[in-house]
């Protein structure tokens, strides 16, 4: 028996991944891939994480047409009518309106997680109580619940939350005050020693009507498209027509609507959280790793004594310091007078490049032409 008959879920698992080239690729990016050697995908991980508590029926899964089979292929348990093919990228707001339209014909009292498809979560067990403490609350009260978790550096490529004035003391959740997307460095150590904000994880939960009415309210694009768009088979299968979800804005749910209503509230998570979304990023998380009291997941990420950091690989260093390397499995790196620098390879590729320096990634990712390969 279905314990939360009115609990669902949708994942979003259409990105590209590209900050994370070579080994996270258009045809094949990070979601869909092992990528920290725990065994499974970050998709399979994020499924299997929502399906202790929400039922298999329940789930669903937004992706690109070009990804369907290998969410098919990934996911052989998620039936077909619950995985949306999106014909184009339109940020999150459009399959999270287009999911929430179709779910609301299913169950008038459903209530949704939104979950990005590619994080890492170091408690299973706190981030399901989680949760249900905000599933529950919105099954109660108006609202939208952003979940966040407490900074543990100034990291600048992370969104913050600034918390308000208190909302519900025993689940920890707050009146939502302000969202900054990637703050600076200077703000991001202010953000945190301010004690007000925190990590924004990119997972909300909210009950069908009240986005619904909320989307229709702030996003008149979408109010006036979207009851033709949810003109499809089970309400979920096909689109009719693909050319009205083209014409669509691309928007994000935070800058279109979560910053716009009335009950925005965001709670204060414990589960430990890392969002693989840079080389940079990762190096971080793997250095600056969570306590005890947050204990790490079965990954195969290791950091020696200079902050070389191996990523289900193999590597031997010499007068060598703060490195990344990713390897396929059986090979070997041996390195040896390299300092901050990434070293990745993948279906062919082998990049070397400054650890610190994005702009210099994209552009060996630009001239290479090589991310189709």
Known sequence: MNQYPNYYCLILAGGLGSKLWPASREHMPKQFLDFEGSGVTLIQQTYNRFAQFIAPENIYVSTQESYLEIVQQQLPQLPRNQILSEPVRRGTLAPVTWATSAISHINPDACIAVTPSDQVIYSDQIFVDNLLQALDHVSKHQGVVTLGVQPTRPETGYGYVQMGELKDKERQIYHVKTFTEKPNHEFA????????FLWNTGLFVFGVHYMLHNIIKHVPEYADMFPELTKCEDHLTTLRP???YTALPNLSMEFAVLEHTGHNYVQRCRFGWADL????????????????????????????????????????????????????????????????????????????CPKDDPAAMRRLQTLTHLDEL
């Open 189 to 196: 150590k202010m953000f945190m020693e301010s004690g007000e």
């Open 277 to 352: 979304g840079t080389w940079q990023g990762i190096a971080t998380d793997a250095i600056h790793a969570p306590t005890a009291n947050t204990p790490q997941p079965p990954t195969d990420i290791h950091v020696d004594g200079r902050d070389n950091i191996t990523i289900h690989s193999e590597a031997l260093f010499d007068n060598a310091s703060d490195n990344i390397v990713r390897l396929p499995s059986g090979h070997i790196a041996a390195i040896s007078g390299l300092h901050g620098f990434v070293v990745v390879e993948a279906d062919g590729v082998l990049m070397i």
């Open 242 to 244: 693909p050319l009205l």
